[in-house]
């Protein structure tokens, strides 16, 4: 992992990642400590990869127990679902598209989520794609990931990253 900038006129900096081709979701970043309540967004830019496997986004409220996984693929899609200590729960919502989402590879998307209680709020580019109740995980750490899929590896650029407790 590296961290750069895209061009002269200073955007912000990016966090690059780069993984080889895993059935896997890879945490890139993760938060020193656990949160409950909290604001977290960040823009990713999906910079290679086979363009029908690679996604990216957050695992939530992490812990030996399980936690939430929210992420954004280069297709356009989203999805949350949630994991049981390590292995693969299910879908809360199952991959779908959303319109607001940039398709093309080097396009910035922005991913924000809002979780308070048992409410969870998921944001693309600002606006509302779902809103849900679910009180599987209350507390845990905030992990930035990736998943690079079986076929081909993954470079993604994540840029922005805001973390806020809610009160």
Same mark, same amino acid.
């Given at each position: 992992?590296?961290?750069? &900038?895209?061009? @002269?006129?200073?955007?912000?900096?990016?966090?690059?990642?780069?993984?080889?081709?895993?059935?896997?979701?890879?945490?890139?970043?993760?938060?020193?400590?656990? =949160?409950?309540?909290?604001?977290? &967004?960040?823009?990713?830019?999906?910079?290679?990869?086979?363009?029908?496997?690679?996604?990216?986004? =957050?695992?939530?409220? =992490? &812990?030996?127990?399980?936690?939430?996984?929210?992420?954004?693929?280069?297709?356009?899609?989203? &999805?949350?679902?949630? !994991? @049981?200590?390590?292995?693969?729960?299910?879908?809360?919502? @199952?991959?779908?598209? !959303?319109?607001?989402?940039?398709?093309?590879?080097?396009?910035?998307?922005?991913?924000?989520?809002?979780? @308070?209680?048992?409410?969870?709020?998921?944001?693309?580019?600002?606006?509302?794609?779902?809103?849900?109740?679910?009180?599987?995980?209350?507390?845990?750490?905030?992990?930035?990931?990736?998943?690079?899929?079986?076929?081909?590896?993954?470079?993604?650029? =994540?840029?922005?990253?805001?973390?806020?407790?809610?009160?």
């Amino acid at each position: 992992m590296q961290i750069r &900038s895209r061009s @002269k006129e200073r955007p912000p900096p990016e966090l690059w990642a780069k993984y080889p081709k895993s059935d896997r979701i890879h945490p890139v970043l993760r938060t020193p400590a656990p =949160f409950d309540d909290f604001d977290a &967004s960040v823009t990713i830019r999906f910079i290679d990869g086979r363009y029908e496997q690679i996604n990216a986004g =957050f695992e939530l409220r =992490f &812990s030996d127990d399980g936690d939430y996984v929210i992420r954004i693929s280069g297709q356009g899609t989203f &999805s949350v679902g949630w !994991h @049981k200590e390590t292995d693969w729960g299910d879908h809360v919502v @199952k991959w779908t598209k !959303h319109p607001i989402l940039k398709t093309e590879m080097g396009e910035a998307n922005r991913l924000r989520v809002l979780m @308070k209680g048992d409410r969870i709020r998921v944001y693309i580019n600002g606006v509302l794609a779902t809103l849900l109740r679910d009180d599987r995980y209350s507390s845990g750490l905030v992990r930035v990931v990736v998943s690079p899929g079986n076929d081909s590896g993954i470079e993604a650029a =994540f840029s922005a990253l805001q973390l806020r407790e809610l009160i």
